[in-house]
């Protein structure tokens, strides 16, 4: 099995207060062993030649070591991507600014109002100050997440006239994923969540003229990193929401679990982060075949991509149609 990439949820804490996300609520959040880094994460990435390694969490930023798991997973040889709100990015900038290639920074909110009412927190001059300084200082390319809600469906023009002022190379629009599995959670979605997400059917219909708006202007500009069709189901979820209906795509499936690993905070580790299927580190890359099950499913049953893959967004420039029984 070839693995194109590694995600490493560094941690489960998280200072942001989004109320699409749990991670926040968690009062005992874990924080991968920077010894595991070291001893089995890096050897199997350099013996892998794995590419790129993408650090999450949780908020990344808060975790003590941060310095030395970079510095480690630098060593075996991948390309380094930070998702951060870089709210503790002060403490370890000046540490990890040589080692990061890429930076995607969560930015849901084109205001400090609109930000404030999508993340919990009055952080907003803070992560603007923050793009402006890694563009400024570093050759690091910088792109931005926005996950779009209630609270910020209204201004993703604005957030995109954001994005150019600051120079941003990429501009990726998101929904909330809703699965139990997905963000910290562990049970059932909670109400404010729900809330947050819901919009009127004018919402969607100003946000249709919006997306088409936008891919007209970046034909020139180009910092929009996702296609027409990605965009317009952002469109569809929300239309779907309006009419209180489940959203649900074409037989789809995503790529990203059959050519990635994502490692846990505890370093167990799983083929996505919205499937539950979850395996000892020790036992899984070996082989490359402990999921041989879930891969077969996502190929070959259409019920387990119509519960898993078809209704998620997270990753949907990778969707393609199923080839039939893994080689």
Known sequence: MYFNQVFLVATESCDSQCT???YWLNK?????APAFIEDDLSPFLNANKIPV???????PTLHPELGR?????????????LTTSTTGLHNWFDEIRGGISNYLISLDGADRETYAASRGIDYFDAVVAWINRIVSETD???AVSCVLQASNVGNVEQIYDLCMKLGVHRL???VPDLKTTAFGRRGAVRRKTLEQVAVSESD???LRFQVARLLERDASNRILGQSHDALNRKVKFFECVAHSAPYREEDLMCTVPLLSLVIEPSGNCKPCFFLPHEQPFDQAPASGRAFT???ERMLNDADFRLSWCNACQQFDGHKCRPKGPIQ
Do not use: H, M, Q
């Not at 005992?28 to 991968?32: A, L």
């Not at 390694?53 to 908020?59: A, K, N, Q, T």
């Open 28 to 32: 005992k959040p874990r924080f991968v």
């Open 69 to 81: 798991i970079v510095r480690s997973i630098r060593s075996a040889g991948p390309s380094l991507t």
């Open 172 to 174: 990726y629009f998101r």
């Open 140 to 142: 690091s390319e910088v």
């Open 204 to 206: 969607v219909t100003n």
């Open 53 to 59: 390694v993408c650090i999450s969490g949780g908020e």
């Open 293 to 295: 099950e879930v891969y």
């Open 20 to 22: 699409a996300c749990d």
